[in-house]
């Protein structure tokens, strides 16, 4: 197995930040979330469990992500209460409280929720903010004109949008989507409701300038130096000990799985594990192997025939491509096509579960357990093709024939 790993050294513990701490877990229980280790082994409480199934978004962190191939990070929210602890080795993890805090002061996003009487119960705020500055450090990456003083580049659809993965039970949205759009470059400032900032008769001018100060030059680091350092140098999350397995190679998952069936112990594949926001698996499994790390798994390739998604590539990720389209490479019929598949994936789910959730866990869900999934839905339509691995044996089928060849019970 070692020759698939090549000269790249491992790591036999768990690393990664939180708010810029750095944390370091040698032995842990694979099925541990992040939440449950969040709440009861570090002092950042802000993250809530609620609904546990990925639904509400109070447990929501921000996700950051190092590609020191392109020196780029990646920045998306997930619900901490399906993401397993093992699979943010090398991420850095932002909650609220990294925002800021009474100690260090509170960040334009605090001042602002509750200056707009946003905060409401207080129980869903913190994964709100969270989400809220996922929007804004997103927004700022973009190729836009320099928003005036005091603005972001979110525009207003996407301030209302950020929030989307969020629910609120008492009172209502308004004063939370008022809070949010306050950053929009487009904003209406007349379309502002009831505030502590200012008053009815007060012009435009002075509502802007009492609006706590939001300097798009003083944002929050989302991954520290020494975690980009550590990526750089180890590679390998190689976790026995915690029954964590992380294959990088075709070859590598077979041996795995061949392992497992000759000594007879149970393995989960895993890759976003939002899985279980639906289906609680109380089964116990012997080991997990997060399959995230297999390049032949992980890709998005296109040609003028269509395109191919690898079946971890996140929905997010695959909607991203699916838009990337352009005339060049398709005809224009191809290119609508992929357009309206596009939108209908981005009407599943949330936010940060589509930035977690996978498009071959998706469709494995919806083989193994009837789960009535839009992404088989909207294939079937298109006369999708899947490739299947059985054994060492790669065979190419129409999604439609997966379906009837490997139905539950066969
Ligand atoms: C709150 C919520 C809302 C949702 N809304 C929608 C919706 O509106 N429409 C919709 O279609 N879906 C919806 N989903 C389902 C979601 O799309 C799936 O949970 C997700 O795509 C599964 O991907 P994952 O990477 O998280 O899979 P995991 O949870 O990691 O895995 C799911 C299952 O598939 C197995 N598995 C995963 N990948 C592979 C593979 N490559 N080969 C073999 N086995 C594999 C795992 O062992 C596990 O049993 C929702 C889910 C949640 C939690
Ligand atoms: S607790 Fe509701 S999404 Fe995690
Ligand atoms: S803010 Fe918590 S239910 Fe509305």
Redesign the pocket.
């Known amino acids: 197995m070692e020759e698939h790993r090549e000269s790249r050294s491992s790591r036999n513990s768990l690393v990664f930040a939180v708010n810029g701490e750095r944390f370091d877990v040698s032995s842990v229980d694979p099925s541990t979330t992040l939440l449950e280790f969040l709440r009861s082994h570090t002092r950042f409480k802000s993250v809530k469990l609620s609904c546990g199934?990925?639904?509400c978004g109070a447990c929501l962190v921000l996700l950051s992500k190092y590609n020191p191939e392109l020196d780029q990070v990646d920045d998306f929210t997930v619900s901490s209460c399906?993401t397993l602890l093992c699979s943010v080795n090398g991420c850095s993890i932002t909650t609220t409280e990294g925002l800021g805090n009474s100690k260090a002061g509170f960040h334009p996003i605090h001042q602002r929720f509750a200056g707009f009487h946003a905060s409401q119960c207080g129980f869903c705020t913190p994964g709100m903010c969270v989400s809220l500055f996922s929007a804004l450090v997103n927004a700022e990456k973009r190729h836009r004109p320099q928003p005036p003083p005091g603005f972001s580049k979110l525009t207003v659809s996407e301030a209302e949008k950020a929030i989307a993965g969020n629910l609120c039970r008492c009172t209502g949205y308004r004063s939370i989507v008022d809070a949010c759009k306050s950053f929009a470059a487009d904003v209406d400032m007349e379309d502002l409701g009831f505030n502590a900032f200012w008053g009815k008769q007060d012009s435009k001018e002075v509502k802007i300038s009492r609006l706590p100060l939001w300097k798009r030059n003083d944002q929050i680091c989302t991954f520290p130096e020494f975690l980009k350092k550590e990526n750089k140098s180890a590679a390998f999350l190689d976790l026995e000990r915690c029954c964590w397995l992380s294959p990088v190679s075709i070859p590598e998952l077979q041996s795995l799985l061949e392992n497992a069936d000759n000594n007879q112990y149970s393995v989960?594949?895993?890759?976003?594990?939002?899985?279980?926001?639906?289906y609680k698996e109380v089964e116990h499994f012997d080991k997990y192997i997060d399959?995230r790390h297999i390049p032949e798994?992980s890709f998005i390739r296109r040609d003028q025939t269509g395109i191919e998604i690898g079946?971890?590539v996140t929905?997010s990720k695959a909607i991203e491509a699916l838009k990337e389209q352009d005339e060049g490479d398709f005809h224009s019929e191809g290119v609508m096509v992929f357009k309206k598949i596009a939108d209908h994936m981005e009407?599943?789910?949330?936010g940060s579960?589509r930035n977690?959730?996978?498009?071959?866990?998706?469709l494995?869900?919806a083989q193994?357990n009837n789960?009535p999934?839009?992404?088989s839905t909207i294939l079937l339509s298109v006369d999708a093709v899947i490739t299947v691995m059985t054994g060492h044996k790669c065979e190419k089928l129409m999604l439609e024939e997966f379906f009837r060849k490997f139905s539950v019970g066969c």
Do not use: Q
Request: charge should be positive; aromatic fraction near 6%; avoid cysteine.
């Open positions: 199934e990925g639904g399906l989960k594949l895993v890759v976003g594990n939002t899985g279980m926001g639906y399959i798994l079946a971890t929905i009407k599943i789910a949330t579960i977690s959730a996978s498009v071959g866990g998706n494995v869900m193994r789960f999934s839009d992404i």
